[in-house]
């Protein structure tokens, strides 16, 4: 058994903690929903933005692990974009209508 530690990506932790940074982030638009009526999620938004976010890191971390360490960076901004585009895609409907 080696006695050092391995990087977060090849640890099977990394989907926990994917889960809490997801829990994190999707408190940020509940807390705000207690504040203001300008946020008005349902049930729905929280459970597609929760596949969204979740998905997308494990999809990011699965691939990480395939792919040479110095083109991990390139991969996390590609997937990034990726993610701010169907998150923008659901919101308002840049190409398509689907989001309004």
């Not at 997801?22 to 940020?28: E, I, Q």
């Not at 807390?31 to 049930?43: D, R």
């Not at 990480?64 to 997937?79: D, E, F, I, N, S």
Request: hydrophobic residues 60%; aromatic residues 12%; without cysteine.
């Amino acid at each position: 058994m080696s006695t050092t530690a391995s990087p977060l990506l090849e640890r099977h932790t990394v989907f926990g903690w994917l889960a809490l940074a997801t829990s994190l982030l999707l408190s940020v638009p509940l807390i705000a929903m207690q504040f203001t009526p300008k946020v008005n999620w349902t049930g729905f938004d929280f459970a597609v933005m929760a596949v969204l976010l979740f998905g997308m890191g494990s999809l990011f971390v699965l691939i990480a692990r395939k792919v040479p360490r110095q083109y991990r960076t390139l991969l996390a901004v590609g997937m990034g974009l990726l993610l701010l585009y169907i998150w923008a895609e659901l919101a308002v409907g840049i190409f398509t209508d689907l989001g309004s």
